[in-house]
């Protein structure tokens, strides 16, 4: 006795056409994964070694520079220290917190200057050696 029904039974329409294809491909899609592995795409097409699934978390970072008429400070949200001097040669970061950067002042300096370094605006794009 059979509990499920062939195919062939149904009467084809339009609509069951594309059905029964989505069907055998999704069937041929499941025999390559099979067959290579759970990951096939990736056998035939690895990822980009500069991709990661999982970047490391950003961290905000008070950076300056220092020229002779005064230094400009900024907060710059990077994954470490060494992210912002490696592609804003010109910037120093800060080790410690300065002592005139008081709570209102932090405030009033992330609202005006706060900048990330992935999507760098305003006076970070300016300063930035990969816009020229």
Do not use: C
Not at 21 to 41: D, M, N
Not at 44 to 64: I, Q
């Amino acid at each position: 006795m059979r509990y499920f029904p062939d195919v062939a039974d149904y009467p084809v329409r339009p609509l069951d056409e594309r059905v029964v294809w989505r069907v055998q491909a999704a069937s041929f899609l499941v025999a390559i994964q099979a067959q290579h592995g759970f990951l096939g795409w990736e056998a035939y097409n690895p990822p980009d070694e500069r991709w990661d699934p999982y970047p490391p978390p950003k961290h905000t970072h008070l950076a300056y520079h220092d020229d002779t008429s005064g230094a400009v400070w900024a907060f710059i949200e990077a994954r470490e220290a060494a992210q912002i001097t490696s592609r804003f040669p010109q910037l120093q970061v800060a080790r410690e917190r300065p002592a005139w950067l008081t709570p209102e002042r932090q405030r009033e300096l992330a609202a005006s200057m706060h900048f990330d370094i992935d999507r760098p605006t305003g006076w970070l794009a300016e300063i930035d050696p990969e816009r020229s």
